[in-house]
């Protein structure tokens, strides 16, 4: 069964940092592009980063350019997302999901298949 599994979720104050990992298990996602997206209240999910199957590709919304960094570790099935200078309108639940195989970059969600359950960030001011 392939699973995803997000963890470091939580409360921060506005300008505070918090590291996003995600766990997948079930089969390796090595050659899959990985990504996290967000939800926040009343909105539409959005892409936030998206990294390459080998790491050498990246791409980042640009309300969080400068701001997050999102890398992977292949050899460990994992991916994770640095958070810093956060704000107030970072409060939403993260995702993690991975490509199809294959498809080793893109930022369209409807080539995302796995899923992880989310975890919350909420920044407060």
């Known amino acids: 069964q392939v699973q995803l599994v997000e963890s470091g979720g939580g409360l921060v104050q506005a300008g505070g940092s918090l590291r996003l990992a995600c766990a997948a298990s079930?089969?390796?996602?090595?050659?899959?592009?990985m990504g996290w997206f967000r939800r926040a209240p009343g909105k539409e999910r959005e892409v936030v980063a998206v990294?390459?199957?080998?790491?050498?590709?990246?791409y980042y919304s640009d309300s969080v350019k400068g701001r997050f960094t999102i890398s992977r570790d292949n050899a460990k099935n994992t991916v994770s997302l640095q958070m810093n200078s956060l704000k107030p309108e970072d409060t939403a639940v993260y995702y993690c999901?991975?490509?199809?195989?294959?498809?080793?970059?893109?930022?369209?969600?409807?080539?995302?298949?796995?899923w992880g359950q989310g975890t919350q960030v909420t920044v407060s001011s």
């Open positions: 990294i390459s199957w080998k790491g050498g590709s990246t």
């Open positions: 999901a991975a490509s199809s195989l294959g498809v080793v970059f893109t930022t369209q969600v409807g080539l995302y298949p796995y």
């Open positions: 079930g089969r390796s996602f090595s050659k899959n592009a």
